[in-house]
């Protein structure tokens, strides 16, 4: 009894297995995954070509169709049978084949159905099996909404439906108009638009704290009221270019009235005009300011001084460019006669006369380019200076401290300074200095790499690098002996005699690593 009841139980399960295997459907076929390129990504563009490639698993016959569902907001109502091609590489059965169009074309909202045509093309009346198959879509409006993850649907007659790869559609890149100045609060909020010459100035005048002044590309003749100039006298404001720093000029001089808090940032400041009025001294700032990634020039053949002088206030200057070769006149890139300065990974290009720092407050000029045929790296006359991590290179004196009112102090280190036309470090007067780890090189044969004029007992000359130099050191002091040990001089010998001039403790000669 118990072994008819199991034969019984396998016939039935066998039997519901069978009806079950019956009932289901044969699994369809799936083609690979389509990829998508389009010949203008742009959004709310209009007749754009899409490009599909996909591979097929299953033969698809003449009258068959290829089917493609496509995400919302693309427009395929334009799309009609002769902006459809379609190619094939050879597959099972079939020949490849470029080029053919299809007997029909509909759209069904976002769905649209290509039917092969009768025959597809020359001898062909399949694509088989294995075939890569390319459909080229032209006429589509694309989505007006950008996004990087836009997909869509393909599937055929006997295939079911596969999701293409991501493709990106963009909005598009407009760049800012020329000569147009808008004002935004605090929040970011856009208040107003200025255009002309005197957009700038009304801007700021439009402004409170903390607003920020976009200038569009072009050239602005700065003009308020008797001179050459745009004034700033609010606190906190903010002057940037929203394009190239090349693009966007001002030809005449920025005045910060005493504010604090204001930013320039990427424009090109032509000033230093000589007018004669309170800004003969170029761009003119009192108070706290930073000023990043700008270029000054000279502005006329007159006497300018200064591109620009920063009277009070804490400031720092960064990645800026500073050139005063226009004209014959002695002039200077920036002036520093306040509190606390910092100017890091600026330009300066100077020519005879002119200098590119010029110091008589604390200040720390780093990472920055000094070249020229002639004048002066950085002066400074005044407060304790740092000069760390600069390059000069072709200049009459790189580095000169020079007692103005009262004995600047400085830390000279980490420099490559090459091919100065005169002394390359001139301590002059009651100046004190350590000057430590820096390459001095190729200075004129008549010229000495370091001049050290007075109180030499104040000057420390440590590890530094000397090459290329037929005179090395020179102390005019009559008093007192220069500490310069441990430095290298080209040789383990230590300097050449005639090298060395005045009262000099050259011993110990140190080796760079």
């Known amino acids: 009894m118990k072994r008819k009841f199991s034969k ?35 959004i709310s563009a209009t007749g754009v070509e899409y490009s599909l490639i996909f591979a097929i698993t299953e033969d698809l016959d003449l009258g068959e169709d290829i089917i493609i569902e496509f995400p919302a907001g693309t427009d395929i109502t334009a799309v009609g049978t002769g902006d459809v091609s379609i190619g094939a590489t050879s597959g099972i059965g079939s020949g490849a084949f470029s080029g053919a169009v299809p007997t029909a074309v509909s759209d069904d909202g976002q769905e649209l159905t290509i039917t ?8 062909e009346t399949k694509i088989g099996v294995g075939a890569t198959v390319q459909v080229i879509i032209d006429d589509i409006g694309n989505p007006d909404t950008p996004d990087d993850g836009y997909t869509l649907d393909v599937s055929t007659t006997d295939e079911a439906a596969v999701t293409s790869a991501p493709y990106e559609i963009t909005s598009p890149t407009v760049g800012p108009l020329p000569g147009i100045v808008s004002r935004y609060n605090a929040s970011g909020i856009l208040m107003g638009q200025y255009t002309g010459d005197e957009g700038i100035q009304e801007a700021i005048n439009d402004s409170a704290e903390d607003y920020v ?16 100039e745009i004034e700033i006298n609010i606190a906190g404001l903010t002057l940037e270019a929203t394009g190239d720093v090349e693009d966007t000029v001002i030809n005449g001089d920025v005045i910060i009235n005493a504010v604090d808090g204001v930013t320039l940032d990427g424009l090109t400041i032509v000033g ?46 960064t990645g800026c460019t500073f050139d005063t070769t226009d004209g014959d006149e002695a002039d200077v890139g ?6 606390d300065c910092t100017i890091s990974e600026c330009s300066f290009l100077v020519d ?22 002639s004048g002066i790296g950085v002066e400074v006359g005044e407060g304790t200076s740092t000069i760390e991590g600069n390059t000069f290179d072709g200049l009459a004196n790189a580095i000169v401290l020079h007692n103005y009112s009262g004995n600047p102090e400085a830390l000279i280190t980490d420099n490559d300074i090459m091919n100065s036309t005169g002394d390359a470090i001139l301590i002059d007067d009651t100046a004190e200095a350590v000057i430590v780890n820096n390459n001095i ?46 430095n290298w001089w080209g040789s383990a010998d230590g300097p050449a005699a005639d090298s060395i001039d005045g009262d000099v403790d050259s011993r110990h000669t140190w080796v760079p690593q």
């Open 8 to 42: 019984i139980l396998v016939v039935g399960l066998t039997l519901a297995l069978l009806t079950t295997l019956a009932l289901t459907a044969a699994p369809v076929g799936a083609l690979t995954q389509p990829s998508v390129t389009l010949d203008d990504a742009e």
């Open 116 to 123: 092969l045509a009768t025959p597809i093309i020359g001898a």
């Open 213 to 228: 002044i976009k200038i569009g590309p072009g050239t602005y003749e700065a003009d308020n009221a008797t001179y050459d």
């Open 272 to 317: 230093g005009y000589d007018v004669g009025g309170p800004a003969p001294w170029g761009t003119w700032v009192i108070g706290d300011t930073t000023i990043t990634d700008c270029i000054f020039e000279k502005g006329m053949s007159g006497d300018p001084e200064y591109l620009v002088i920063l009277v009070s206030g804490d400031s720092s200057v």
């Open 334 to 339: 920036i002036g520093i006669n306040t509190s």
């Open 352 to 373: 005879e006369g002119d200098r590119g720092v010029g110091a008589v407050a604390d200040t720390t000029v780093e990472d920055s380019t000094f070249t020229g045929s």
């Open 441 to 486: 090189s190729d200075t004129d044969e008549d010229f000495y790499a370091v001049l050290v004029t007075d109180l030499a007992e104040n000057v420390y000359l440590l590890f530094n690098n000397f090459s290329g130099n037929t005179l090395n050191v020179n102390n005019t002091d009559l008093t007192a002996e220069l500490n310069a040990t441990h």
